[in-house]
């Protein structure tokens, strides 16, 4: 019995109502697989308006579990979340950079999400609760002047390291309602503009609301919001809604998450 009221309260019907009635809530998923698992951020990348992207991430599995044949995959969407391109890269240095022009990306100008994992077959030796996340550093460069960096923002999708298993998402978890207030760490005061890059890390609709403007963002899209007030608060059902933030000034920009 206890058991199973374990797995009630585990459940995401649960989650759902705990977090809608604020009673103990959940606001990451745990990992209840039997598999080694590889996590992704939702990274942002732009091609927008005179904007590059440049991606710099290590080989995790040879790093630290010593293991030289893996490799990695890149899923590219745009932010309708609709599929552009799977990029797999075979040959791994610790160190490696990925550059995201709009030539790279089939000529898109706009912006959208990607994702990484890391694959290997050699698992043998490796604990199937292990969890693997690549949060590394995304590069944003205006007009060719030197890239803001930013690590990563929201962990969004995961899958097995064997590459066998369906992606899955919903790490992050949702209420019914807007009862979550992020109000991000920053005073917006003397800048000239500021952009809220948005991205659904669920599967679900997440509504949420900046100065008074209400917003809708459908499963694991992109979503880009000016706002002009020197104190910026999110209100939404979503329980962890952080934004990727651009700052301009000048002929600066400052990139961030909140």
């Not at 019995?1 to 797995?7: G, H, V, Y």
């Not at 904007?51 to 899923?75: A, G």
């Not at 890269?89 to 990306?105: G, H, P, Q, Y």
């Not at 329980?239 to 301009?248: A, D, I, K, L, Q």
Request: proline share 2%; hydrophobic share 35%; net charge positive.
């Amino acid at each position: 019995m206890k058991s199973l009221l374990k797995k009630i309260a585990k459940s995401n019907f649960a989650s759902i109502i705990r977090n809608t009635i604020n009673i103990k809530p959940i606001y990451l998923k745990t990992f209840d697989k039997d598999y080694f698992t590889t996590v992704s951020d939702a990274f942002l990348w732009r091609t927008d308006n005179g904007y590059k992207t440049k991606f710099k991430y290590s080989d995790i599995l040879n790093l630290f579990y010593n293991i030289n044949d893996s490799w990695v995959e890149f899923h590219f969407y745009t932010k309708e979340n609709e599929i552009i391109k799977t990029y797999k890269v075979n040959s791994l240095d610790i160190s490696n950079e990925l550059v995201i022009n709009s030539k790279f990306l089939n000529d898109i100008e706009d912006f959208g999400v990607f994702y990484i994992y890391h694959f290997t077959k050699l698992t043998e030796h490796l604990d199937n609760k292990s969890i693997i996340s690549n949060r590394c550093y995304s590069g944003f460069s205006l007009n060719n002047n030197l890239y803001s960096f930013v690590h990563g923002n929201i962990l969004a999708k995961y899958t097995d390291i064997n590459a066998k298993e369906k992606v899955s998402s919903d790490i992050i978890k949702t209420s019914l309602f807007k009862n979550q207030i992020y109000t991000i760490q920053k005073y917006f005061d003397n800048l000239d503009k500021t952009e809220l890059f948005f991205i659904n890390p669920t599967s679900k609709k997440i509504k949420f609301s900046i100065v008074n403007e209400n917003y809708v963002l459908n499963p694991h899209c992109v979503i880009l919001v000016q706002v002009n007030t020197s104190i910026i608060s999110i209100k939404s059902n979503c329980m962890f809604m952080r934004p990727t933030v651009f700052s301009y000034k000048g002929e600066y920009i400052d990139v961030h998450h909140s």
